[in-house]
């Protein structure tokens, strides 16, 4: 994945099989082992949108990390899922997050994978608000001397698409909050402040 790139927000990229992780850490299963084109035997999709994740993926194609948060407990959550994973309650809001974060943990993948070009990091980042996400780092270098836990990250929104151009989506990544300061043109997410739209609880 051309991450690196300084115009990430511009180019297309494809994604593996799997989950709705942007990660090809949870592709599919694997090509069949008697062909040597492995981008035409894995099949590149986007994340599966489904009713219960389709704020999310609006979201991220508006410019907003959205999050579902328990009124009950007065928490965020991610991944989506229909009731609130500590009380089990359904009293829940959607709001937005600010999109920044700290790098939990990361691995650097040096195997090349449908729309990815090694290397390339694959990512915990722990958001501010809370919640947990696996993700993708970008806009740095893949080089752990230059990545301490900890790291400032800011999300950025990146458009995908398959192979075959007849999916699309937008899905979170993130850069070094100083990547993101030298790269001004590259949406970013943060609180609207149009008046009358959702406001952050927190
Ligand atoms: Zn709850």
Redesign the pocket.
Known sequence: MRHAGAHPHREKHTVPTGSESPSPASESPSPAPDSSDQTATVRPMVPRRTPETAFFWDGCADGALLLQH??????PWYPAQR???????S??DIVAASGQGRLASYVINHRESPGFEAPYVIALVDLDEGPRMLTNLVDCAPDPTSLPVGTAVQVRFLPIATADGRATATIPVFAPTSAQEATAEVVTTGVDTTPGRRQPLF
Not at 70 to 75: A, G
Not at 83 to 89: E, H, K, L, V, Y
């Open positions: 328990c009124r009950s407990c007065e928490r009731n609130c994973p500590r009380c089990q309650g009293d829940i």
